[in-house]
């Protein structure tokens, strides 16, 4: 079977950095599954086309005639889904990688084939899937100056036209700095303790790893900033924003198990602010957590159910990492984090 390292890179960034619990990676639908809300579809399908023809002279769907025929032609990259507690997401990843920058053909084939891709995912997420949100992906790791121009101003109409027509979903482009910095570095940071051996990539990138002088997760965390999602109601200068280590793609719970954990083996926390930790107004002030951040008694013990597994070691002693984080609790993260990284 040919595999694609494109496919298997977001293969495990889907596993391990978005922590979905179903991936597959060259999802086709099935000619057997009934369709859901064709006639919306349907009408999106002509209203798609309409647009683009109208706005580019462009006709995206080029000679196929029906929706089902343009759903027959759909195939994904890599998919997944993220079950928890507070929601369910699914993504959809499509990836091109031309050496000297993505190009397919000319200008007006690229915008074609691209709008394509994301549209026709979008309406078999729909079509086939009862999920109410998720991200239709279009990456690749070089794509020309020239080309994005052209590019990016499609991105907002396709986002446009899914709204409009109540799309639970929304269309992004990861490109160039956007790859390294949302994909190829959240992944690393994510690495650790992965040994599946059918992860191609991961597998090559530990391999790598065992003869490079790596930088510890904390390091590599500190390069994965990203200074758009710079944490709220902070004023950083430049130097400073290269520091709020927001892991904007990972989930707050790998934040706080690569980066905290780190931080807080690393020795260099005070004894007066490692003492708060285990208080729970410390913890709801800075963290937002309802629980102390550290415990010092085994959940196996005392029935902790509330604390990870894994002991954190700080000067000689074993301690438990709270692990109730979410949503509410990841902006009060990266906060303490930007006065530590």
């Not at 892991?247 to 706080?256: D, F, T």
């Amino acid at each position: 079977m040919k595999i694609e390292m494109g496919e298997s890179l977001f293969y495990s960034w889907l596993r391990h950095v978005k922590e979905c619990q179903i991936v597959q990676s060259n999802w086709k639908p099935s000619p057997s599954w009934q369709l859901l809300q064709e006639d919306k579809l349907d009408d999106f399908m002509r209203v798609s086309s309409d647009h683009f023809n109208r706005q580019y002279g462009l006709d995206i769907y080029k000679k196929t005639s029906s929706l089902s025929q343009l759903l027959r032609q759909a195939e994904v990259d890599a998919l997944g889904i993220s079950l928890s507690d507070f929601d369910t997401r699914i993504y959809a990843i499509d990836v091109a990688y031309h050496e000297g920058g993505l190009i397919f053909g000319n200008r007006q084939k690229t915008i074609a084939r691209i709008a394509k891709k994301l549209l026709r995912t979008a309406m078999c997420l729909r079509g086939y899937f009862e999920i109410g949100e998720g991200e239709i992906i279009f990456a690749s790791p070089k794509i020309q100056p020239s080309t994005m121009r052209d590019v990016e101003p499609i991105m907002s109409e396709i986002n446009s036209l899914l709204a409009e027509h109540n799309f639970g979903f929304t269309a992004r482009l990861i490109a160039n700095d956007d790859f390294n910095e949302k994909i190829m570095k959240p992944i690393m940071t994510a690495s650790a303790g992965v040994s599946d051996t059918s992860e191609l990539f991961m597998r090559a990138y530990q391999l790598i790893k065992m003869f490079g002088n790596e930088s510890s997760s904390r390091t590599v965390a500190r390069e994965v900033i990203d200074k758009s999602n710079v944490v709220h109601n902070l004023t950083l200068s430049d130097d400073e924003a290269a520091t709020v280590a927001s892991l904007s793609e990972l989930k707050v719970g790998k934040i706080a198990q690569t980066v905290l954990r780190d931080i807080l083996e690393s020795g260099k926390l005070s004894r007066d602010e490692l003492a708060l930790m285990r208080t729970e107004d410390y913890a709801k002030q800075t963290f937002n957590l309802n629980y102390p951040l550290l415990n010092a008694v085994c959940k196996e013990h005392a029935g902790l159910k509330r604390y990870y597994v894994n002991p954190v070691n700080i000067a000689g002693e074993t301690l438990y990492m709270c692990s109730q984080w979410n949503l509410n609790t990841k902006r009060f993260l990266l906060e303490w984090l930007s006065d530590k990284l």
